[in-house]
């Protein structure tokens, strides 16, 4: 069984940062692409960010600039940093993640519970 788990999510000002992080659990032999989305209320999920094992990164255009995606392979986490906090950023956001268990030929996506993100004052 695979799981990944969101944390770093809460109320913050506008203007200020957040770190969410991904952790993915369970019998994982390799993990490629790693991503973040978020879905905002009344809204569909949109992509923030997406990185490759290598490291290799891309943003939405709405996500350029203020949002910076990493990950330690090592940990099997991922990492979204997000400055300058604007209202318009209030949404859940969720980890997604390609993953090849242990004994399987192919990788499929696994998604995150999610973790609140509030920007207000």
């Known amino acids: 069984q695979v799981q990944l788990v969101e944390s770093g999510g809460g109320l913050v000002q506008p203007g200020g940062s957040l770190r969410l992080s991904c952790a993915a659990s369970g019998s994982i032999f390799s993990i490629s692409n790693m991503g973040w989305y978020r879905q905002a209320p009344g809204k569909q999920r949109e992509l923030v960010a997406v990185?490759?094992?290598?490291?290799?990164?891309n943003y939405a255009d709405s996500a350029k600039g203020r949002f910076t995606i990493s990950r330690d392979n090592a940990k099997n986490t991922a990492y979204l940093q997000i400055d300058s906090l604007k209202p318009e950023d209030t949404a859940v956001y969720y980890c997604?993640?390609?993953?090849?268990?242990?004994?399987?030929?192919?990788?499929?996506?696994?998604w995150g519970q999610g973790t609140q993100v509030t920007v207000s004052s």
């Open positions: 997604n993640a390609f993953i090849c268990r242990y004994g399987s030929d192919s990788y499929l996506p696994y």
């Open positions: 990185i490759t094992r290598g490291g290799t990164t």
